[in-house]
């Protein structure tokens, strides 16, 4: 979940293979981890599974199971507040991001929570860990949208779990594609193709480096995905935006959450 546009950078939309995604969001993320942390940190929790910008919990809608005395590893940690909230119920929760300023802040938090989430720099399309180490891999909007070699991090997450593991996450509901992302009535209004999967690509203007890139797939296209690498789908969760909830976070709002859905999370076990 990142706030976006900065300022300075053109977008284009052209095909991103893996290391350019790789190169552009990794040092995208620690540019922008303190302003995040600190915009972002009090909502999240230090030790809190927030599902989405809805606000919803774990706690609420249970996609993980039960994960006491489980191994637990979560994708896209960022500052490791869901892997500290698998640790504090009871389960083994190890984290893993691409941004080196992101997993500072898990050690800063670590320190001020005494809940200590071990983690590691690296990507989900090579998990450094060992076939069958983990009953369960989730990534609360993570990785999994900045990933070009989709196909591999999912056989990545296959590889690393045991078997009747459980692998869930969240993504910006596929169906956003098409509107602009604008939280205002500007958002509202469709204007390109649902099925255009064409990278979204930013550059920044005095550089020309690409500094940042989101890939999209289509509801179709992750339970394919998903069912081609061994998994079995078991819920589809679209969650509703409460009713009580009046924050904005980048193109997500009241207005639009409560036509449109903006979260989309897969839940699926291996068979």
Do not use: K
Request: hydrophobic share 35%; charged share 25%; proline share 5%.
């Amino acid at each position: 979940m990142e706030d976006h546009l900065p300022q300075a950078v053109r977008v284009e939309r052209r095909p991103v293979d893996e290391a350019e995604s790789r190169s552009a969001n990794g040092p995208d993320w620690d540019r922008y981890a303190d302003e995040y942390q600190a915009t972002h940190g009090g909502f999240l929790g230090d030790a809190g599974f927030l599902w989405g910008p809805e606000g919803h919990t774990e706690d609420e809608l249970g996609a993980l199971g039960d994960v006491a005395d489980r191994d637990v590893l979560e994708v896209g940690s960022g500052a490791g507040q869901c892997a500290r909230w698998v640790r504090r119920r009871g389960g083994r929760g190890y984290g893993l991001d691409l941004s080196h300023r992101q997993l500072q802040h898990s050690r800063r938090i670590d320190a001020e929570t005494g809940v200590l989430v071990p983690s590691v720099r690296g990507t989900a399309t090579h998990l450094p860990f060992a076939d069958d180490s983990f009953d369960i891999v989730f990534s609360a909007f993570g990785a999994l949208q900045f990933v070009a070699d989709i196909e591999t991090a999912v056989a990545e997450v296959r590889r690393v779990l045991r078997p009747g593991g459980r692998f869930a996450f969240s993504v910006t509901h596929p169906t956003r594609w098409s509107f602009p992302d604008d939280p205002g009535e500007a958002g509202l209004t469709a204007t390109q193709s649902y099925w255009d999967r064409t990278p979204y690509v930013e550059v920044d203007d005095e550089s020309g480096q690409v500094s940042y890139v989101e890939h999209h797939r289509t509801l179709g296209d992750w339970v394919r995905l998903l069912s081609g690498a061994g998994f079995t789908l078991l819920d589809l969760m679209e969650p509703e935006w409460p009713d009580e909830h009046d924050r904005v976070w980048g193109g997500w709002s009241r207005l639009r959450g409560r036509l449109t859905p903006g979260t989309a999370i897969f839940v699926a076990d291996l068979r």
